[in-house]
């Protein structure tokens, strides 16, 4: 039996899997992340979270060795272990966003060696790509496609990236945070890392609010709804996301020469309907030569990448 946990900046979940090729995730729980208290509370979280599921399931805790996590970036190193250093996650790291916390960074790999004597940590989107390309859209026959990426559009934006077969990761496991690319001048996009006019800061769920609250929509959500029921002001400005990350994309296909990009995260994933035609079509004729023979796709595994990314870093 092994854990699969996967760290969100809302949300932790976790699921047991009894190996051997089974896909089956078992005695699954969620909980909101925990946000205050000293920097380790989340990996105490995560063990706590773990062995409730143990005893759900009627196994013996110390039975499970082997934990795949997955959690939101960028990653730093402390003694060579692991640590958060995510925005979405650490109140000190955060430019102009409440917190109730002033954590900068929270320790993971170390904590959870304690715990399990096989552990494996990626990045969310990394972990997502590697599920995808498994058992998800990214693949072809049966055989995961060598040049691929997974993006998330959700409450940051992540990538995971796969080129010649090989799933990109960098000095510290990090590769694939394009979504703090910058790509405008506009002042009202403050990134929750502290840059403004990334694009994160303009096309994020958390951005959505913070930049068309005053406006009458106060999250995503409630943009969509209106412009699903004829709001034209939420319409143009949907397609003005939709420019943005469709910029993105097609700077993902000039850089690194993709074949497939499937996406996910709740904000794409809950108006896919609607917004995957509009970026297909901010990509479509961009310089033939590289965009021809790349597809762009919805995630084949839906909402549950998470929880399939977390499988797929121990399975
Ligand atoms: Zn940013």
Request: glycine share 14%; with cysteine.
């Amino acid at each position: 039996m092994r854990a699969c946990v996967d760290i969100g900046g809302t949300k932790v979940s976790v699921s047991l899997n009894a190996g051997g090729g089974d896909r089956a995730l078992l005695a699954t729980r969620t909980e909101p992340t925990v946000q205050s208290g000293t920097p380790d509370v989340l990996a105490c979280q995560v063990v706590r979270m773990v062995d409730e599921a143990c005893m759900q399931l009627g196994v013996l805790p110390q039975s499970v060795q082997s934990a795949g996590v997955c959690a939101p970036g960028p990653f730093l190193l402390e003694q060579g272990a692991i640590a958060l250093a995510s925005p979405n996650l650490c109140g000190g790291l955060t430019a102009g966003h409440d917190r109730s916390n002033d954590w900068r960074t929270v320790p993971l790999e170390a904590p959870l060696r304690q715990r399990f004597t096989q552990l494996r940590i990626e990045n969310d989107a990394v972990a997502a790509l590697e599920a995808e390309r498994r058992w998800g859209a990214l693949q072809q026959d049966g055989r995961p496609l060598d040049h691929c990426a997974y993006l998330t559009w959700s409450t940051g934006i992540g990538m995971g990236l796969c080129v010649d077969g090989r799933v990109l990761r960098g000095k510290n496991g990090n590769a694939g945070h394009a979504g703090h690319s910058f790509v405008s001048d506009n002042l009202d996009a403050l990134c929750g890392c502290g840059n403004v006019g990334d694009v994160e800061g303009l096309v994020g769920g958390n951005a959505i609010g913070r930049r068309f609250s005053t406006l009458g929509y106060p999250d995503a959500a409630t943009l969509f709804i209106a412009a699903k029921a004829g709001d034209t002001r939420a319409g143009a400005l949907i397609d003005d996301l939709c420019r943005v990350m469709g910029r993105t994309l097609y700077n993902l296909i000039a850089t690194l020469d993709l074949q497939r990009i499937s996406i996910g995260g709740s904000v794409f994933w809950h108006h896919r309907d609607w917004l995957l035609s509009k970026l297909q079509a901010e990509v479509a004729g961009k310089l033939p030569a590289l965009t021809d023979g790349c597809d762009i796709v919805a995630a084949g595994l839906g909402e549950r990448v998470g929880d399939f990314g977390a499988l797929a870093l121990v399975a």
